[in-house]
């Protein structure tokens, strides 16, 4: 028998809220709003290194006398666990982390129990443990499916959460085991130096469907995306949930009418205005799949916080800031990442909820965002989007933080950031965790701006014009991988 959470349908039902933390902000955008910055995806080389050890120290220092709280580093599953079950290198990590304590500054730690390649931004290929890729090989179903039948390897699929798969551990089990050991090799730093742990519970560590995957060409901006639940688990899954609803015929296969990849919601019969999404069948998968997604996260938020409670370290988790379609009633690409988002029905108070409940800080991209930056034809509103969160954030009662979704520079993009951290008519920002620690991020404007930004954020929003000797440039650096380049992508592009 399968283990499941409490259902969901029909949004989370928390019992209490736990005490949170942080400061919430308060009106008038005053409060100070941290922020951290996030180091290159391959500060770990694939051969479990600190690369460019000098370098990356003084990049340290830069950022300390840039007034920047800390900074973000993603640990690799497939790097630390790379040598086979439970044999764990932590040692990369313990000098990076010596290293930021020594600077003065914090850091904001994510277990990183996805594949780096494949998505927006990914500048190398870091695939999952190479012990757990066998297993995939085994039984491809461990991994999510599409309706063609093309395989995910980003993360394993939520279908088998609760089921023996890996080498005779749960995913859950392997994603505590991972936690346990790091925080026991960590213990002495947590709280104090490490003072986040962001749990990923999905691509590019955000709790969702891996539905928009841009390796070989699958997908391209601004496609509806496509359901990930044909792996046998997953359809196992949803035969059971229609037995229970009294249906069993809808639990026969996923939607038939969803269309493709790179598809428009008008295109396709289920995402279409008076689609089959607002029809009883429809609010029922929809149910079921956002609500399967609900599960997983609290499954493995729950494990992370009866491994971390008590160490002074928060918990943190990422929701994706799904733009595009937004406009329109269907709100299709949320609806195949697993957010039951439409006109009629909230799929972000849910989520608020199940990380509200358990004192986790819902961590939300797409900040830098203005809606007149995005293209007509996409119906994208990243300012309706992060308005409905907060809203969502502040009726829960979670802490909310923040990110860029693609690389910005200008002084629009931080301006936006601003306005955005501040506590409106819902809630302010509690962090700021800004993308990323690259070479451009230190040539002169950028740098002049980015500083600017950083003192503005730490005096609670107001403009701050910072001493020219600090702004005017900085010749530190921490490189890439020779040959490993950023992707570059148009602004409207996702998070």
Known sequence: MIERAPAVHGGWKAEQLHGLSGAHGVPGGTARVPVYVMLPLDTVSPEGRLQRARALN????ALRSAGVEGVMVDVWWGLVEKDGPLRYNWEPYLELVQMVERNGLKLQMVMSFHQCGG????SCSIPLPPWVLEETRRDPDIVHTDRSGRRNPEYISL????LPVLMGRTPVQVYSDYMRSFKDRFNCYLGHVIVEIQVGMGPCGELRYPSYPESNGTWRFPGIGEFQCYDKYMKASLQ?????????????????????YNQFPEDTGFFRREGTWSTDYGKFFLEWYSGTLLEHGDRVLAAAEA?????????????AG????YRTRSHAAELTAGYYNTRFHDGYLPVAKMMGTRGVVLNFTCMEMRDEQQPGHANCSPELL??????AAKAAGAELAGENALERYDEKAYSQVLATSRADDSIGLSAF?????NKRLFEGDNWRHFVSFAKSMSEGGRKVVPHKSVCSHSDLYVGHIAGCRKSKRAEASPA
């Open 159 to 162: 279908g088998c959460d609760t």
């Open 58 to 61: 003084a990049s340290l220092m």
């Open 433 to 437: 965790t800004y993308l990323r620690m």
């Open 322 to 325: 799904i733009h595009w379609h």
């Open 307 to 319: 491994i971390f409670g008590g160490t002074g370290a928060r918990l943190s988790g990422k929701v």
């Open 240 to 260: 059971a949930a229609a037995v229970a609803a009294g249906h069993e015929e809808w639990g026969k296969d996923g939607p038939h009418d969803a269309g493709h």
């Open 386 to 391: 992060i308005r409905q969160v907060k809203q």
């Open 119 to 122: 998505n927006v931004g990914d």
